[in-house]
């Protein structure tokens, strides 16, 4: 590698939020492509993580049967919140995930300890966005749920959206701005919903 490499190699050690296994993966690629072409490839999907070599356990391969394996290991409910979870863009507070994917707190938590949501020092969960591809086209899969899950997703962000005027002219408006901020992706995500 050279140091004009290093800014696309950061960028795969981000889009794979630093997984061994997603960072070897995306390593075998570098004899055909190019660091940035790599990253660029990960951003486009997941399925371009993936190997032939036959020295790999098959769960190993590629980054979808690694969550094919971790998808047939959860319940049903966990499966349900986790698609429902993919509708989110940036994270998302703890209200929001029980209002827009019905997660009860018990529910979660166990998606946190099984790490396929993240939650931050700030208190905000987060999918890692190899997961969020992968339970997104699992939602997809589900129309009627992907509906309403949308639909839920957007109205949610709009009402909060709307109901933050108050706060923006009041004493609070300092902290208020921060929150929407925060929010900035789920709300370009439930207006271009509601457009």
Known sequence: ATPDDYPAILRIC?????????????AAWVRILACNEIATEIERGLDFLSVSARDLPARHRSMRAVFDHSWKLLSEEEKLVLVRLSV???GFRREAAEAVADATLSVLSTLVTKSLVHRSGAGRYDLHELIRQFAA????????EHS?????????YLTYFGQ???????SAQRETLAELTAEMDNFRAAWNWAV
Do not use: C, K, M, Y
């Open 14 to 26: 981000q889009l794979v939020d630093g997984n061994p296994l997603a960072i070897e993966l995306a």
């Open 88 to 90: 989110f863009r940036g």
């Open 137 to 144: 086209e699992q939602l997809a899969g589900r129309l009627e």
């Open 148 to 156: 309403a899950t949308q639909a839920s997703h957007g109205t949610n």
């Open 164 to 170: 933050a005027d108050g706060r923006l002219r009041s």
